[in-house]
């Protein structure tokens, strides 16, 4: 009897450890070709965003050629036919390898080869998408000027009907993009339909294993917790704006180019604290040393000098304006060939925005290079979840805004006294005005755009439906359907369906802060330093190098203790409550 049971076992393993070779033999043999194909893509890729030539037809064509390449091979039959074939016998294969062949049929439903006419014509449609919106050449009157040259004047002008120029300019290249945002959204949902997703927005979510309607109940139900602070801040500025550009009756809603960012998503800039002239700092320095301080301070935590072929091959500072081509304006970091060329694509310019947005990109770089290692394959080099991804160097981002880091590293002057309640002001006009944007407006628009097929004579009318509904932010003036002005934000566009990942990402970025804060350094949340803290390191280095070998609710609950929830972010901001009460005492409330 016993020697039977041992002979079962022995015959079972033996079919196992077959499927599992076999398996194991297209995993390899699948990875060393994707490996190859990614890395031409990315290259290809890499040159449309940062060499964009009007009339060059070459670039865009070398762009489409390898992408198709792409496609044909995620997306090919046998690729399918076999990932679905090991996965039906799930039970005899690795948790790695059930893993990885998720992925490769995930990645395929993007570019399914069963309707290989519409995958060619998606991607020239993305690829002509991408070089309208940063070939684009914004004016103002009759003349040109970067997107950075618009940042500035919503962060600094005083003068409303300079405002307004500068908004209604950055909203110029949203109407150019609309007929191909039109394609896009039929060609999205058909693509994705061919492996049985109701649409691109289901798709896209499905990533994180979720439904749509739990991914929407989740942003809904951020948007709601957030909602009573958020009305507090609203109000703040509805008055202060008045105040500032000497608007006797203070609007309802608030117009959309009063707002120091041309969507509204972050209005930090609005409040400075004395004593803390980020700014100020930042303008004697060089965008370089900006680069430079981000890895210095993950450096500070153990990670390793950025490679060589970091600095040589990012595109990291603004194309001169004569520089006869344009580039991607946008922030972006790129694991180039899922091995050891990692860039950054930015436009860094020596001020707080950028300086934010340095330890972010950095985050995503550290990110890559911690899960470049023997125990993740090729195919899970990715974040835990998205959000993750987002979220790391956002934390690092808001740890070194932070008055003891500041100071330790002489930013601000030693002894300087500052208005804690104003600091933290200061943060809540940027992480909490960020969510009704990221969690309601954004998602919202593309849950209409993909799940519910929103009419393309309703874009804009939806648009500013949902901003004065969640951000209660309303147009300077009427705006039709000739405008696009959802498009006017780069996601919309080259990252579609997916930003309720940035919403995601803040919410688990004040899990892992407030983790940080109270276990390993002991520090008040709000006042923290993590320069030079090599356990703040390890704990990072722990959560990122697993890449996505684990399920991201297991990582959430093993790295923090708890389940994704805003209660961090909600504290961290609860004493601000009071504080903002006090200060609209009298006046009228209107979200
Ligand atoms: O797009 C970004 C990063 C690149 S992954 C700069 N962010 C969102 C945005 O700018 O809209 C960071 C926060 C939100
Ligand atoms: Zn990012």
Known sequence: MKKLVLLCLALLWA????????AQAFLDAYTAKLLELYKVRSEAEWKLNTYIVEGDTLTSAAAQQAKEAYGEFTGSKENIEKARGF????????????RQLEKVLYAAADNPQTIPDLVKERIKAETAQ??????????????SVAAGDIDGILKDETNLQKRLQAWEASKEVGRALKPGLTKLQELRNKTVQALGYS??????????????????????????????????????????????????DVPEMLPAHWLPNRWGQDWNSMVSVKGIDLDGVLKEKSAEWLVQQGENFYKSMGFQPLPQTFWEKSSLYPAPPDAGYKKNNHASAWHMDLQNDVRCLMSVAANADWYETVHHELGHIYYFISYTNPDVPPVLREGANRAYHE??????GLAAMQKPFLAHLNLI???????????LLKEALNYIVFIPWSAGVMTEFEYELYAKNLPADQYNQKWWELARKYQGIVPPAERGEEYCDAA????????????????LSMVQLFQLHNYIAAQILKQDSRATNYYGNAEVGEFLKKLMEKGATEDWRKVLKETTGEELNAKAMLNYFAPLMEHLKEMNRGRKYTL
């Not at 991408?130 to 003349?143: A, N, P, S, V």
């Open 15 to 22: 079919g196992c450890s077959n499927v599992q070779n076999d």
């Open 87 to 98: 996965l039906a016998q799930k039970e005899k294969l690795t948790p790695l390898q059930v």
């Open 130 to 143: 991408t070089e309208t919106l940063f070939g684009f050449d914004f004016k103002i009157g009759e003349k």
């Open 199 to 248: 649409d691109y927005f289901a798709y896209q979510v499905s990533d994180y294993g979720m439904s749509t309607e739990e991914m929407m109940d989740l942003n809904r139900r951020l948007v709601d917790e957030v909602r009573p602070l958020y009305r507090e801040l609203h109000t703040f500025a509805r008055y202060e704006l008045a105040k500032k550009y000497g608007v006797k």
């Open 391 to 396: 979220a790391v160097g956002s934390l690092l």
């Open 413 to 423: 002057p030693a002894g300087a006294q500052t208005d804690e309640m104003q600091a």
């Open 488 to 503: 006017s934000k780069t996601h919309i566009n080259d990252d579609a369906a997916q930003y309720y990942d940035y919403a």
